[in-house]
């Protein structure tokens, strides 16, 4: 059979064709997550994950079908304004809310506080507190349960408390989170100036630090109370809210992503950055046991476990059911280590191997004192490859002491 000739340049072009797919491939991923919006997304996602905690024993949660309506944050809002209300506290409540408001504690000594306050067409005021010797008055709004605006809701209830004769103080507007403002269409020129004025946009909660009713409000309430059912409610609710908060922000979070990887190829982007960080515990796996194939003495072996835990395997002493394994698990976020005897579980191995520099961060997994744990970042690589060398020299060391 007669050997066709190779065709040596139609192979480098072919070579070089798809060195630039995969160059190009390579850029438009990191043009993705180096985006600002990506950059802004990530970190608003980071934050809210750090907040994320269980809501645990909460009276609140236990009338789950009562704080999803709409009047829930309503109710307990008005009767701690309350000076009348349930909690015996007087005006204590109110002054604090005044003291959030930066408003002078004299314009409200006489201060009513009435809720579901009915103005024309029918429409109601959440909360209204008046001064009728001061003749001063705060419009409250409650959107957290992220009920959407009426039709010129707010210059509606501005104009009428207004024609009453009152000046208003504070329109106090209270979304859930900082994300949700009031809706201005059609509004007439001059109440969007006067509104803008008195308008004081307060979220239930909010983590970047800017004013906010858990905060500003009602952790001063629980630090004032005498009440210890005030202060055990109070506690409770807040909790609730920064519950309620942090769900609703995660939702927030996801639609700013899914609208974004609808743009261009950031779908298929953002598919290949999943699929390729699923695939990388299995390659940093195979990273640690490639650079160990030939030098994992005094272990008897090295294999792989489900792909992505690294096991040095066989280390043994000269006592009962001394028995040692390394093994190395490897995940997106980096390494966990377990150095461990599945053989003895009455075993201390921090007092088998106390003199041990590789040893010296590691501490009992969940208080098993036969297996020590270490986390390392994926950023620490070298730190892991640091930690075995040492620790083959010194289970070697040992070995040969015996």
Not at 138 to 147: G, H, P
Not at 295 to 321: A, C, H, M, Q
């Amino acid at each position: 059979m007669q050997n066709k000739e190779i065709n040596i340049e139609s192979i480098n072009q072919a070579l070089s064709d798809w060195n630039g797919i995969i160059e190009s491939y390579i850029t438009s991923v990191f043009k993705m997550i180096e985006s600002d919006i990506f950059i802004q997304i990530k970190t608003e996602y980071k934050l809210q994950k750090s907040d994320k905690s269980e809501l645990g024993f909460n009276v609140f949660k236990l009338i789950s079908d009562f704080y999803y309506r709409e009047n829930f944050h309503r109710d307990i809002i008005y009767d701690f304004l309350n000076p009348q209300g349930s909690h015996k506290e007087g005006n204590k409540y109110l002054m604090l809310f005044l003291d959030m408001l930066n408003i002078n504690y004299s314009f409200f000594q006489n201060a009513i506080v009435e809720k579901e306050y009915l103005i024309e067409n029918g429409r109601r005021i959440d909360t209204l507190i008046t001064d009728n010797t001061t003749m001063k008055a705060i419009i409250i709004e409650n959107k957290m349960n992220n009920a959407s605006d009426m039709d010129r809701q707010l210059p509606d209830y501005y104009n009428y408390v207004r024609n009453l004769g009152y000046e208003i103080m504070s329109i106090v507007y209270i979304p859930l989170s900082n994300n949700k403002v009031p809706d201005r269409t059609n509004w007439k020129e001059c109440e969007r100036i006067s509104i803008k004025e008195c308008l004081n946009i307060i979220p239930a909660f909010s983590n970047n630090k800017k004013r906010n009713l858990c905060n500003n409000w009602l952790k001063s309430c629980i630090n004032s109370s005498d009440n210890i059912d005030c202060i055990s409610g109070l506690r409770q609710y807040v909790k609730l809210i920064k519950y309620l908060n942090i769900n609703n922000m995660d939702n927030i979070i996801l639609e700013k992503f899914y609208k974004n990887i609808k743009i261009g190829e950031n779908l298929d982007t953002a598919i290949s950055i999943r699929n390729m960080l699923n695939e990388l515990p299995t390659f940093l796996a195979a990273r640690v046991q490639d650079r160990y194939m030939s030098n994992y003495s005094p272990f008897v072996k090295i294999w792989r476990y489900k792909d992505s835990d690294t096991v040095f395997e066989g280390f043994t002493l000269n006592g009962d059911n001394q028995y040692y394994k390394l093994d190395v698990w490897c995940n997106e976020n980096g390494y966990d280590l377990y150095f461990w005897n599945p053989q003895n579980d009455q075993e201390d191995i921090k007092s088998v191997f106390r003199n041990f520099e590789s040893l010296i961060d590691f501490y009992p997994k969940d208080n098993i004192l036969n297996k020590v744990y270490l986390h390392l970042s994926l950023y620490e690589e070298e730190k892991l490859y640091n930690i075995i060398d040492i620790l083959l020299k010194e289970l070697s060391t040992k070995k040969s002491e015996q």
